[in-house]
């Protein structure tokens, strides 16, 4: 999407950190910018400021858990802006950490905290893309998706396990919505940020509070009040990124990429692991493989993905 001006942009957890950095660069591109957030006062904190900055901008509330709250905030916006043109489904949750500094191992990870991370983090972007690719594909123009996962989408350390495997589903599912978006000219780009200043360890904190109860933060010895790290990225400099990626159709969005290193390190142990066939001389069908292929990772992906499709 070349042309970004008057554009509608919808931006989920817009309020604070990586989305508020999306919104302020989004409107000095001259977008209208679509406040969607769970916490009222600090969507309406959000809203003042970037209004005062002189950007068009207009707060929903919306919890991305819940498909009612998607098509209340999608009307909502519509009856504002008219239709959406670029969704950021970007508000999301961390796991938490031991106040004694210790990390939160998987086998000690409370269930009802790891339905809510996959809640948010991944259901909430999945309801995004029902609610809101159909509206874009009515309205027959050009539209753009934008997921926020992480680095950690890319590679699992320990320690972080519910975390990154939330990620991991939304790396799965922004690549399999590339492929299935581009005969639609929709863009999806996936961006996938390290360490960046932002509220995240007290808004999800607010999450667990709301959802699971006070007492469990406290049971849990959860760190919960961090404060903004002011050593990490600036989160407008990762929303000019995102505007850029948005108008080359970029796939994935590297702001940090002192991490490649990493993600190789990984691919390297999967190709290490890569062995012969559990069944002498077996192979799978190619009708297998074709349908396991993804046209969206190769170079020129357009006609490939209609092609997949078929
Ligand atoms: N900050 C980082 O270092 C970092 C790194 C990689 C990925 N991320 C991802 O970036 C995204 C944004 O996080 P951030 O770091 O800017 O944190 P943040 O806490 O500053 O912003 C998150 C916003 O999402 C909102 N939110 C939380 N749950 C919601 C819900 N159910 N419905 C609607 N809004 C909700 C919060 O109210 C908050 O305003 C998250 O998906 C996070 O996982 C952050």
Redesign the pocket.
């Known amino acids: 999407m070349e042309r970004v001006e008057g554009k509608v942009a919808f931006i989920?957890?817009?309020?604070?950190?990586?989305?508020?950095g999306m919104a302020q660069a989004f409107g000095e591109a001259g977008m209208k910018l679509v406040i969607?957030?769970?916490?009222a006062e600090?969507r309406e904190t959000a809203v003042g400021a970037l209004s005062e900055s002189g950007f068009a901008c207009h707060g929903v509330d919306?919890?991305?858990?819940s498909a009612t709250s998607w098509k209340a905030a999608a009307d909502d916006a519509e009856a504002r802006f008219g239709a959406v043109d670029i969704l950021c489904n970007?508000?999301?949750?961390?796991q938490g950490r031991r106040t004694d500094g210790t990390r939160l191992l998987l086998e000690a990870t409370d269930e009802e905290l790891f339905r809510l991370v996959f809640d948010?983090?991944v259901a909430?972007a999945f309801l995004g893309v029902r609610t809101m690719v159909p509206r874009i594909v009515a309205r027959g123009a050009a539209g753009h998706i934008v997921n926020?996962?992480?680095?950690?989408g890319l590679i699992a350390p320990p320690g972080l396990a519910t975390?990154s495997a939330s990620?991991y589903a939304v790396t799965a599912l922004s690549e399999s919505l590339r492929a299935e978006l581009a005969a639609r000219n929709i863009g999806v780009s996936l961006l996938c940020?390290?360490?960046?200043?932002?509220?995240?360890d007290?808004?999800?904190a607010?999450?667990r509070n709301e959802q699971l109860g006070s007492g469990f933060d406290r049971e849990a010895g959860f760190l919960s009040n961090r404060p903004i790290n002011p050593e990490?990225m600036e989160?407008v400099s990762v929303g000019r990124r995102v505007l850029r990626a948005i108008r080359d159709n970029d796939f994935y969005i590297f702001s940090h990429p002192e991490y490649a290193g990493l993600i190789e390190e990984r691919y390297a142990a999967i190709r290490r692991d890569i062995g012969s066939s559990a069944q002498d001389g077996y192979v799978d069908p190619d009708w297998l493989l074709a349908a396991s292929r993804n046209p969206a990772y190769s170079e020129d992906d357009r006609s490939a993905a209609t092609a997949g499709l078929r």
Do not use: H, W
């Not at 989920?12 to 508020?20: L, N």
């Not at 919306?62 to 858990?65: G, K, P």
């Not at 926020?148 to 950690?152: D, F, H, L, N, V």
């Open positions: 989920t957890g817009g309020a604070s950190g990586i989305g508020f969607a957030d769970v916490n600090r919306l919890d991305v858990r970007n508000a999301g949750v961390g948010i983090n909430g926020t996962g992480s680095m950690a975390y990620k940020p390290g360490g960046v200043q932002s509220s995240l007290t808004t999800s607010e999450r990490m989160p």
